[in-house]
């Protein structure tokens, strides 16, 4: 039996997946993902000065959108009800501020799989794991999988 070769890593495009959460406190999240190392990329705010959306990138690449939760909206979710995993090359660093943040962060833990990864939950409920794993390489688009 021939091994299957590896898949080829393609470029990476920029992301259009985005993880999006809603939070009674979006302003206190946005300070939150900020003392974690995210960017704040853009934040537009109601007349009332309340965040509507705001997009916090991820250095590394990728990132996450957040808005103030209505009820009576659209889209809506609860609050506290959304999980990311966040790809990082210092899983330490991040550690290091997320407790420097006053978060309640897991020990950071060596994975069976290959990397670490340390887990926590924000004030809002939502939960976030930051790690070192990267995933697996993307299949070419010529791949139809398995």
């Known amino acids: 039996m021939t091994p299957t070769p590896a898949?080829?890593?393609?470029?990476?495009p920029r992301?259009?997946?985005?993880?999006?959460?809603?939070?009674?406190?979006?302003d206190l999240l946005v300070r939150?993902?900020?003392?974690?190392?995210?960017?704040e990329t853009a934040t537009y705010r109601?007349?009332?000065?309340?965040?509507?959306?705001?997009?916090?990138?991820?250095?590394?690449?990728?990132g996450v959108m957040l808005g103030r939760h209505k009820p009576e909206?659209?889209?809506?979710?609860?609050?506290?009800?959304?999980?990311a995993y966040v790809v990082t090359s210092d899983v330490e660093g991040v550690?290091?501020?997320?407790?420097?943040?006053?978060l309640d962060a897991g020990p950071v833990e060596e994975k069976p799989y290959g990397g670490s990864d340390f887990r926590l939950t924000d004030p809002e409920g939502n939960q976030w794991s930051f790690g070192s794993y990267p995933g697996e390489p993307r299949r070419d688009s010529g791949s139809t999988g398995t």
């Open 73 to 83: 909206g659209l889209f809506t979710q609860q609050p506290g009800t959304t999980a």
């Open 46 to 62: 109601d007349e009332e000065g309340r965040v509507e959306h705001a997009q916090l990138d991820w250095p590394e690449g990728g």
């Open 95 to 102: 550690h290091s501020r997320a407790v420097a943040a006053g």
């Open 7 to 12: 898949p080829s890593p393609s470029p990476s």
């Open 32 to 39: 939150l993902l900020v003392a974690l190392g995210f960017e």
């Open 15 to 26: 992301p259009t997946v985005w993880p999006a959460f809603q939070a009674r406190d979006p």
